[in-house]
């Protein structure tokens, strides 16, 4: 039987959730979520990662490869947060190819983020660290925050994604993906509290910025002591 061991984290509005799979034996696991709220799992290419749906993950977990994987909601969770629904043994047969995994291999076909001029509205403050950009952020600052940005530039694809819906049939998958038009309706709400969260950041990463300014008298000091 697989064994699943689950740790949150909740940054800036965002629960992080961590999910480790392990197992004796080559087996299919299935893994949903005990709550309500949507899930974000990591994407590629605008597309979940493979295994994943609006309620939880798939796949095979192998005495010599467990898996550790996470997602993203809104809310904070109950604990825990997901649970083991089904296990079978590993079908010996290959694995049908996924459609959706060539579209992953494809590669990113969005120019380098250094080859486009960020935007105020969307550019995340001192993603790029560019000193001169007026948003850098210490190191400190960046590890800290890269979980709640990163967090922050998904729920982005998502709506970029809604935003850019051509057709009838393109709206009710993408609607689907999302969790529901409930979801699409948090997701617009939670885009509203990022907007406010990124402001704050840039405040205060600027004025970090206009402090770092300060030189110390080192040798002055040394003649002191």
């Known amino acids: ?16 959730v961590s999910l480790h799979l392990e197992s004796d034996a080559p087996e299919r696991v299935t893994v949903e979520r005990t709550h309500e ?7 590629r290419q ?23 994987l996470g997602y993203a909601t809104p809310t904070a969770p109950p604990e825990p947060p997901v649970h083991v629904t089904e296990t079978e043994p590993d079908p010996a047969t290959t694995e049908t190819p996924d459609p959706r995994d ?66 009838v ?7 689907d993906d999302a969790g529901g038009i409930e979801a699409v309706r948090e997701l617009v709400a939670q885009l ?11 405040e205060r990463t600027t004025r970090l910025r206009d402090r770092a300014t300060v030189e110390v008298p080192v040798d002055d000091l040394a003649r002191l002591v």
């Not at 039987?1 to 740790?7: G, Y």
């Not at 605008?46 to 309620?55: F, K, L, Q, S, T």
């Not at 049939?169 to 609607?175: I, M």
């Not at 509203?192 to 840039?202: C, G, I, N």
Request: aromatic share 2%; net charge negative.
């Open 192 to 202: 509203e509290r990022d907007r406010a969260a990124l402001a704050d950041l840039h």
């Open 102 to 167: 060539v579209l992953r291999s494809l590669g990113d076909p969005r120019p380098p983020r250094d080859a486009v001029e960020p935007s105020v509205e969307t550019a995340s403050p001192g993603a790029d660290g560019d000193p001169d950009s007026g948003d850098a952020v210490d190191p400190a600052a960046q590890s800290r925050d890269g979980p709640a940005l990163d967090a922050i530039a998904a729920r982005l694809d998502r709506a970029e994604e809604l935003a850019r819906i051509s057709s």
């Open 1 to 16: 039987m697989a064994r699943l061991d689950c740790t949150t984290e909740t940054v800036a509005g965002v629960t992080l």
């Open 169 to 175: 049939e393109e709206a009710g998958r993408l609607v």
């Open 37 to 43: 709220a949507p899930i974000w799992p990591p994407r």
């Open 46 to 68: 605008g597309v979940p990662e493979r295994g994943w749906d609006a309620d939880g993950w798939t796949g095979v977990v192998r005495p010599d490869d467990p898996r550790s």
